[in-house]
């Protein structure tokens, strides 16, 4: 079986076409680098991406201030990291890469902040 | 308290009488529905100041005009208001339409119009180069004009609160009452007795006239749509350039701006809902497309924005300036639609006559006549720009760049005798938001300002009255 | 009067790389005039990821990529002002400033380069019949009021247009609990990069409706619903098929222009389709010594590209104020032919000794096609691709031997072929 999928990994936007076995992944095509081709393992196994949003922060110029993910979460586990990212408030001052949420939802991924505030 | 006078509606003729009553030892109230002065057809118009050949002589409409006119030029030097005396055309495409254009003149001249001609083709040409290959003529009046329609009626609302009158907005009336000499208007913000009531209520003119008893009045909501155009365009005419009229009106005009934009429209379509100003795409189609045969270059790929505004238009085809015949203390300012910007000083004065007719009118000590010239980043000079930033930082902030209008130009907005309550008050004081990105990056900002200097959430602040929330709640 | 060697209009990624870049090459005598509270730009509010992978080789969001040349442009101590309005330029490079602390400020600066950035395409020039009510506004309009300011500007949204920030800002409203109901593009494809079309509509489930626009806004004070319709290939709306969708928020991604007020007030000769400058392949305007990069020359798909752009409007800066520019100028235009809608630069000088890199865009989606370069009459390339997209920028390499071996007559054309 084959399924086709766009890589998501960087702008570029390969259209990638993943043979599959089952669950199996035979092989992937489409790719211009090594990301494609484990983006495209990764989207059949189980799905994960990058999560950025803001987090209140109190003291500062601007109420919130930008949060991301370290590394992608899964997917489906995306909105479920919002309510937690939303319950949460910082005190300015605050750095880029401070370290919000530690392994958030037992993901792995931290949340950390991308700018001052 | 009983006010000795209340003019219902704070358009440009209710304003303008506002300011021409603050003259007198009177108490007035001027009361608006709205959420700011000058938020009906006064605000969605073709800022004409028309020469006066349109109305059939001796009308109410051809007086007013023509006496209008002549004192347009000084009033709005007394507000400060920007005002250009830049001639204007009606241009013809056939013979039969210079046979018109020979009628108008004819009407002009019983009107009492000055500085009236009739020009062919090259003559035309020689003025307007940029002119539609149809047009064969045109009839030219030297007296005609443009100026900023709601910069007016703000500037004669604030000239009145300067003088003591008590401008109420968000102040809709539902009733009326009359007993023992003296009226009590039934408002969203409470009672408001008074000795005398000025019916200037636009489209809703009728249906207050209603509240006393008098339906003597059928106003008729006429839509008209417009384009406005960049500024890259706005020099394709210095002329307003009109069409033969038709019976709905003056027809399609093109015609630069006092800000030096280009105005195409309006439309006419007569509607039920006088408070729907929505724009229609069949509207807009018919104004882009019969402005072309105008001036070929005004095409609405440099269109930055489009409105719609409604003309209280009366079945009778005049104004109304006149007691009304069930209470001869309830004045009727009513179906005042063009030439009701240009007639709106002498309809005022006509106002002033009325009620001194009945009662005595005493002048003011201290009447403040002329309102000062706001600071103007754009219009200023360098040495003007320093002295006043020097004099207060806050003219050295852009916060609308597409009009380089300054923090300070928009406090001074805020902060003014009838001074903006939210995004479209500042906008239509100052121009922030009226550029080409209509408020992209500067609509936030203006915002906040708005929220500091009036001393509330941003949540509060709204674009245009109403339930014209902007921003809702926050995100953590 | 001030004086500078070089003025950069503009904090953001294009000013700040470009005024690093003339650094690199000597130009101690440099200021930044920014607009904004901060440096950064736009980069400020763009707080999702995507930013640097070509640059950098990582993944960051828009506030770190910006603060990494922040970081560079402080260590370097290049001079900048923020909260400062740059209001004309003129042809002689004096500059015109205003803001709170310095007043009117005048600088006679030896080069110019422009970076401005650009603007969203408001409402008004869609021609969009209704009311005027509020909840109208751009994506970036929005995505400031949630990013910056911690604001929800509305609850339930259409979105129009499928520009890439469009697109972010759907998944942005998703995110914070709003609503998005759909995404509207006129065009029969999208004018965003397809991996956010997978992941900012697809893992949603928001719908995204091509040829396909809203024809009418409703309500009075907020907006209520819009009307959307579909459109034929002339892309005017096809009768019958309006369909009311309720809402309180349409946001706009119809496009970006480039803010070139000053540059045309300079009387500098603009390209009609990019809406920016022509430059040659140093950036450089038809005005000696003023320079143009970042999106206010092109609108670009990424930052990425705007930075290697403004370093080498930098470089030409310095050069040019270091009096080291190519003496010997013969310029060839470049032809943007068959599916190419412009090319930057849009002019290069033959007897330049570096090769070429000219960047493109396309006029449609092309599936495994050509893009050919023709230098002289004789194609230089032909590189097969497997897809070429509208949103997307393309480049071609013109090699300084083939430039070298042209006169001034020949012509250099970049076309797609099918």
Do not use: W
């Not at chain 2, 051809?62 to 000084?74: D, F």
């Not at chain 2, 609509?443 to 602040?461: C, F, M, P, Q, W």
């Not at chain 3, 759909?182 to 697809?202: A, K, W």
């Amino acid at each position: 079986m084959e399924k086709y999928m766009t890589c998501v990994a960087c702008p570029l936007g390969c259209q990638l076409t993943v043979t599959l076995d089952g669950d199996e992944v035979i092989s992937v095509t489409g790719n211009t680098c090594k990301r494609g081709d484990a983006y495209a393992r990764t989207e059949i196994s189980c799905p994960v991406r990058s999560l950025t949003t803001t987090v209140k922060c109190e003291g500062g110029i601007h109420p919130v201030v930008p949060v991301k993910s370290s590394v992608p979460i899964p997917k489906d586990k995306m909105m479920e990291c919002m309510k937690i990212i939303n319950s949460v408030t910082v005190q300015a001052p605050v750095s880029v890469g401070q370290v919000v949420i530690h392994n958030i939802l037992g993901t792995d991924a931290h949340i950390v902040i991308t700018n001052i505030n | 308290m009983v006010f000795d006078v209340v003019i219902i509606g704070a358009g440009v003729s209710g304003c303008m009488i506002a300011r021409e009553l603050s003259k007198y030892q009177l108490n007035i109230a001027l009361l608006e529905r709205a959420s700011d002065v000058a938020m009906g057809a006064s605000k969605a118009n073709s800022g004409i100041v028309h020469a006066g050949f349109d109305a059939k002589p001796n009308t109410l409409k051809a007086k007013m005009n023509l006496r209008g006119n002549a004192l347009m030029e000084q009033v709005c030097k007394d507000l400060s208001v920007p005002y250009k005396r830049n001639g204007s055309l009606v241009l013809a495409f056939s013979d039969e339409e210079m046979q018109t254009l020979q009628e108008l003149y004819e009407r002009g001249i019983a009107n009492e119009v000055d500085g009236m001609s009739i020009l062919n083709r090259e003559q035309l040409l020689s003025i307007e180069p940029n002119i539609g290959d149809e047009a064969v003529g045109a009839l030219r009046a030297e007296t005609a004009g443009i100026v900023c329609p709601y910069s007016l009626t703000i500037a004669a609302a604030e000239v009145a609160v300067m003088n003591g009158v008590e401008l109420k907005r968000n102040c809709e009336v539902t009733a009326i009452d009359f007993s023992d000499g003296i009226f009590t208007l039934h408002t969203t913000l409470g009672d408001v007795r008074s000795s005398f009531v000025i019916n200037a209520a636009g489209c809703f003119a009728d249906d207050v006239s209603r509240m006393i008893g008098d339906d003597s009045l059928h106003i008729v909501a006429r839509r008209g749509e417009y384009y406005i155009l960049d500024k890259s365009v706005g020099n394709l005419v210095t002329h307003t350039i009109f069409q033969c009229p038709s019976k709905m009106g003056k027809g399609i005009l093109v015609a630069p701006t006092t800000h030096g934009n280009l105005l195409i429209g309006p439309s006419a379509i007569d509607i039920d809902d006088k408070d729907d100003v929505s724009t229609t795409s069949e509207g807009l189609k018919e104004v882009s497309s019969l402005a072309l045969k105008s001036v070929p270059g005004a095409t609405t790929r440099f269109a930055i924005t489009s409105f719609s505004g409604n003309r209280a238009h009366d079945i009778k085809n005049d104004f109304t300036i006149e007691p009304s015949k069930v209470n001869d203390h309830f004045i009727h300012v009513a179906g005042i639609e063009s030439p009701g910007l240009t007639g709106s000083p002498a309809v005022a004065e006509l106002v002033a006559e009325i009620l001194g007719s009945m009662i005595e009118l005493k002048e003011k000590q201290e009447y403040v006549k002329t309102r000062e010239k706001p600071f103007r980043y754009h219009q200023a000079t360098d040495e003007e720009r320093v002295a006043a930033i020097a004099k207060n930082p806050s003219y050295g902030r852009i916060v609308c760049r597409c009009e380089s209008i300054t923090e300070g130009e928009i406090l001074d907005a805020i902060h003014a005798p009838a001074g903006a309550l939210d995004v479209d008050g500042v906008k239509r004081r100052t121009r922030a938001g009226m550029g080409r990105c209509q408020g992209g990056f500067c609509g936030s900002k203006v915002v906040e300002l708005l929220a500091r200097e009036l001393h509330t959430d941003v949540r509060n602040i709204k674009k245009c009255g109403g339930n014209s929330d902007i921003l809702f709640d926050k995100s953590k | 009067m001030l004086q500078y060697d070089l003025v950069v209009v503009g904090g953001g990624p294009a000013g700040m790389a470009a005024a690093l870049r003339a650094r690199d090459f000597g130009i101690q005598n440099i200021i930044i005039l920014e607009r904004a509270e901060t440096l950064g730009g736009i980069l400020e509010q763009c707080i999702h990821t995507g930013f640097g992978l070509h640059y950098f080789g990582e993944e960051l969001s828009g506030p770190e990529y910006a603060a990494r040349f922040i970081e560079l442009v402080e260590d370097q101590k290049i001079e900048y002002k923020t909260d400062t309005m740059v209001m004309d330029v003129t042809e002689d490079k004096v500059v015109t400033a205003i803001n709170k602390e310095d007043g009117l400020l005048k600088i006679q600066a030896k080069a110019v380069i422009l970076a401005m950035g650009c603007r969203e395409r408001p409402r008004g020039a869609l021609s969009i019949a209704g009311t005027r009510a509020s909840g109208i506004m751009t994506a970036g309009t929005a995505q400031k009021y949630v990013n910056i300011d911690g604001y929800m500007p509305g609850r339930k949204i259409v979105i129009l247009g499928s520009g890439d920030i469009g697109l972010i800002m759907a998944r942005r409203m998703t995110l914070e609990g709003a609503e998005v109901k759909m995404v509207c593009e006129l065009m029969p494809y999208s004018g965003g990069l397809t991996r956010n079309i997978v992941q900012c509509l697809d893992d949603f489930g928001i719908p995204l409706y091509l040829s396909t626009t809203v024809i009418a806004t409703h309500g009075k004070d907020r907006l209520e619903g819009v009307t959307v319709a579909q459109v034929d290939d002339k892309l005017q709306p096809i009768p019958g098929t309006e369909k009311y969708v309720e809402c309180d928020t349409l946001m706009l991604s119809v496009g970006l222009i480039p803010e070139n007020e000053l540059t045309r007030n300079i009387g500098i000769s603009m390209d009609r389709i990019t809406n920016g400058a022509v430059v040659n392949e140093m950036r450089e305007t038809d005005c000696e010594g003023i320079f143009a990069c970042g999106n206010v020359l092109h609108v670009h798909d990424l930052v990425d590209y705007v930075t290697i752009e403004a370093q080498i409007a930098g470089e030409g800066a310095a050069k040019y104020i270091l009096n080291q520019q190519e003496q010997n100028v013969q310029y060839v235009h470049i032809t943007a032919g068959n599916g190419v809608r412009y090319t930057v630069p849009q002019k290069v000088n033959i007897r330049s000794k570096d090769d070429i890199k000219v960047y493109f865009r396309v006029g449609q989606i092309y599936k495994n096609a050509k893009v050919v370069l023709t230098c002289g009459g004789k194609v230089v390339s032909s590189k097969k691709k497997i897809k070429l997209a509208p949103g997307e920028m393309e480049n071609v390499i013109i090699p300084d031997e083939v430039l070298n071996s042209l006169s001034d007559t020949d012509q250099i054309v970049v076309e797609v072929e099918a």
